[in-house]
């Protein structure tokens, strides 16, 4: 049996191939590039049906992801996060089929194991025995983890203002971790200094081709989890945004397979942080690429990045499925966060209480309308960012009684 | 179609029953109280296959569960967490069939939440509108949220060393909560009291009955995802002991409907730190009741329980499965804790860390044989207790390179 389908690179801007063979970063040209699966020969052959019995983890899609060999497969029991009903929620908001898919039920506690298992994966099929990366923190705490378990050396930097449990994962893992006091664009100039100098395989985000790949199972997910029925509106917290950019190759892929409407894509919308919104200024300004956003601050650490290599493949996902780019601010997801937990009993990361402050706030304004299917990714596990919360509670000696 | 095969409550110490749908909480005679089912009846009609096209979350097994009317089901889709092979580790330890099930993959990042979907689902069942419970913080947590998705009010009581994070969702799920400068025990006391002056539902450890249908769970689950053939050794990190109680039952209500062989129990190993051990010394002296334990102390917190009210189904379970009970030191389960990051890429809790140095250690001792298939359970995700990592690491400036 065929374990992947996977046939060949290749560059969105230029149209250049590359083999799967070979250890590939950047095409020539500058751009990302995207991994070609036989999608003809894979029609023929392989029906939803084939997944039922299949484990519930990323993996269960192998045909259509990059690894080749079974036994190069780095997991961590990643995958199939649950889709939940927010009914209560939903009611206030005025979004009765209101969903979440909650990617903190992932490894390390971020949907950012997706990538890393898939992209150490196939790094370690490629040969690969030590890799560099920049992160704003969960992306090189999973990498960290996944490198271990492949027994791949990672070098991992990251903006000092980093979630703080993402250094002592890096640690953990035994990666080799290092701060910069800066921004995540400065932490990935440091990156490919080292990469160039030591002759390290660079992970950074896009720079290879395969953890798309694995942020693209979100997408086959939520097909498989609405019955190949996708969702009306999808929103996505988005920074480098190859969440988005996978769960959109994902649904290009699921209709060429015939296995979703090829008339009805999810309207994709993506979200940031009032104080880091290039690709909102971008899409609102008509523009294909994003211009660097200055002086760059979100609470929602994940999502401030400046400048994303995949700007024009973010644009362009939004763009071909009507969807739209909103902001919100800081104090607004942060109230948002604390909505959600106590309606709804779950603690999202900042990130994902911005997407759910967008659906707010796109419903409000008509563009979400009432009946649409609404489905909002929580990237994170809100463990991970402890000051999103202030505690005040009181103290009691033990002889002490609770007066109300 | 029945959705719970569920039949009544029954004492395992003076073997009274009652009703399960009635509120009720301790047996008369100070025990806690079990769930029963139809089993004669569910044998005839239930078969493993009826779970193949099932959700992979823990109410796929709905008929071993209390819960009868689906629509009281507050899930946040916990269950069906991974069991990994850990290859490298194992072969270290001289035990090659390694297994670790990660439960910190699970809603709030631990194994609590197993008990809390459950019991909070079976509370609103019974028309519970609030209730209170003492925790050494995770099952606080946990319930606290899902009392959140279930509209119960709660009030809850931790120690003041308990994991700060704990605090955090607590807090964020719009519970009431209280720190107490004591112990669990102590936090115990103050909730018993709350409960009689203002008649509240008592969620405490082994108070109310469902519990430990959640955690049951665990050794379902445990089953399924071995085929049916259950494994020779399970080491589980014991404070209050309701999981390994859990488990216990949950292999033995799969013997009664012939899924698993009646002839093969795996050897349940209750774990505990070297600071809190009062099953092991228990079990040490042949004793079948525990006394409490003096000046309780160890950074895996979860185990910090001087006295388990069920310490003596756990010593129970342990004998007849021909078990043991294993402390470790805590500067012991800290180093296995690195351990487990650096080889295997998973971060795991202290708690889950003491049950690899049990491991370790009764392979040492021969008491676990080579070819004995071994599985660990990681009760919680290592984030929730970023201090068992130190970290030490450079500091670039935006204009420095890396130096090797």
């Known amino acids: 049996m065929t374990y992947s389908y996977v046939s060949h690179l290749n560059c969105p801007k230029c149209n250049k191939t590359y083999n799967v063979d070979e250890k590939h970063q950047l095409c020539e040209c500058g751009s990302p590039l995207l991994v070609s699966y036989k999608m003809g020969e894979l029609k023929e052959i392989f029906r939803p049906d084939d997944l039922i019995q299949r484990k519930p983890n990323l993996w269960r899609y192998h045909e259509l992801l990059p690894v080749k060999n079974e036994e190069n497969v780095i997991t961590l029991g990643e995958g199939m996060t649950p889709i939940l009903s927010l009914k209560r929620a939903g009611a206030y908001m005025n979004i009765p089929n209101l969903y979440m898919k909650d990617e903190g039920l992932t490894p390390s506690g971020s949907f950012k194991s997706r990538g890393a298992a898939v992209g150490v994966s196939k790094a ?11 992160t704003n923190g969960n992306a090189g705490a999973a ?8 027994g791949i050396k990672s070098t991992i930097v990251m903006p000092i203002d980093a979630p703080e449990i993402t250094r002592k994962e890096c640690q953990a893992a035994g990666s080799d971790l290092l701060l910069v006091n800066g921004l995540i664009g400065d932490a990935g100039k440091i990156v490919a ?20 790949e694995g942020k693209k199972t979100m997408g086959l997910e939520i097909a498989e989890q609405f019955d190949w029925k996708v969702p009306d509106v999808i929103l996505y917290p988005t920074g480098g945004g190859v969440g988005l950019i996978g769960i959109y190759k994902a649904l290009c892929e699921l209709q060429q397979l015939g296995w ?5 894509m999810p309207r994709l919308v993506a979200v940031q942080a009032e104080g880091c919104a290039p690709i909102v200024k971008a899409w609102k300004e008509g523009k294909d690429h994003a211009e660097p956003w200055e002086n760059a601050s979100t609470v929602a650490f994940g999502i401030n990045v400046a400048k994303a290599l995949g700007d024009f493949l973010i644009l362009d996902a939004i763009k071909q499925t009507d969807g739209c780019a909103v902001s919100v601010s800081d104090e607004t997801l942060l109230e948002e966060l604390k909505f959600i937990a106590s309606t709804e009993g779950v603690y999202v ?3 994902g209480a911005a997407a759910f402050a967008a659906a707010r706030e796109l419903r409000e304004n008509g563009w979400i309308k009432e009946d649409d299917q609404v489905l909002v990714l929580n990237t994170g596990a809100g463990i991970k960012y402890p000051d999103t919360i202030d505690v005040e509670v009181p103290m009691l000696q033990k002889e002490d009684k609770i007066i109300r």
Do not use: H, N
């Open 143 to 150: 990498w960290s983890l996944y490198c271990a378990r492949a």
């Open 260 to 264: 979703i409407d090829e008339e009805k």
């Open 124 to 134: 370690k099929e490629l040969g690969v025995t030590e890799l560099a990366m920049p």
């Open 349 to 351: 990361s900042p990130e």
């Open 193 to 212: 200094q080292a990469v160039k100098d030591y002759d390290l395989y660079d992970a950074s985000t896009l720079k290879e081709p395969y953890r798309i």
